[in-house]
């Protein structure tokens, strides 16, 4: 089975709401995180990271968590916008040193209402 | 700058064909990746390479090659192609000097017949 994995596959919020997305993992030697928008007909464009050293960065609306000891990230968007209707994937990178690869998620779709 | 760029966009092949699947990218990349996409799932990577001359294996490899001639350039092979092969496919790449994000291009869309 796959070491990153989604507790929620869809989540509906109403706009101006504040949205929580999961993500739990599995491999406690990964040291690099990343949180990935992915739009119909896109590729996957970037939101933010977290090394693993860190439990929280914060970006412009976005926050993402890391819990180490539950092997559980989340992604927090604040007054979520219709413009953030999307796929959203955590990634993990297992590989050490220069062995960069990232694990996906399967993601989960979030449906913003006006 | 262009980013990674990924041609065609759309393609048909019948069982049996091959076709190969560009990818480039103009940001002086190191390492690039080429992941598939299955409908409703994440990304499983197929194969990546840490420089040019570089390639190693993903989780997925099988009825695919790839080659790394240049820094700029991925291509993606597909020799037999098969239905299981239905995919959309991304290329990524990333400067490879220290964990960061992937810049990915916007996918082929192949569908074999």
């Known amino acids: 089975g796959e070491s990153v994995g989604l507790h929620l596959p869809t989540l509906s919020v109403q706009e101006g709401d504040n949205s929580i997305i999961n993500c739990a993992y599995s491999n406690s030697a990964s040291d690099y995180f990343i949180w990935y928008k992915q739009e119909s007909g896109k590729g996957p464009q970037f939101i933010i990271d977290?090394?693993?050293?860190?439990d929280k960065r914060q970006g412009q609306r976005v926050t993402v968590l890391l819990n180490k000891t539950v092997k559980h990230l989340s992604l927090q968007i604040a007054a979520t916008q219709p413009g953030d209707s999307a796929v959203y994937f955590c990634a993990e990178n297992m590989g050490g040193g220069s062995n960069y690869k990232l694990t996906f998620g399967k993601g989960t779709l979030l449906t913003v209402n006006p | 700058n262009a980013g990674v760029t990924q041609t065609p966009k759309f393609r048909i092949l019948k069982i049996g064909q091959s076709m190969t699947l560009q990818c480039t990218q103009d940001?002086?990349?190191?390492?690039m990746y080429w992941y598939r996409q299955d409908p409703g799932m994440g990304l499983k990577l197929i194969y990546y390479?840490?420089?040019?001359?570089?390639?190693d294996k993903g989780e997925v490899p099988n009825g695919y090659n790839v080659s790394r001639s240049t820094t700029e350039d991925f291509p993606l092979r597909l020799e037999l192609a098969a239905p299981s092969q239905t995919s959309v496919y991304f290329c990524?790449?990333?400067?490879?000097?220290?964990?960061?994000?992937?810049?990915f291009g916007n996918g082929t869309r192949l569908t074999v017949t």
């Open positions: 990524a790449s990333t400067p490879g000097s220290d964990v960061s994000p992937l810049h």
């Open positions: 977290i090394r693993s050293n860190m």
């Open positions: 390479s840490v420089g040019a001359g570089i390639t």
């Open positions: 940001m002086n990349h190191n390492y």
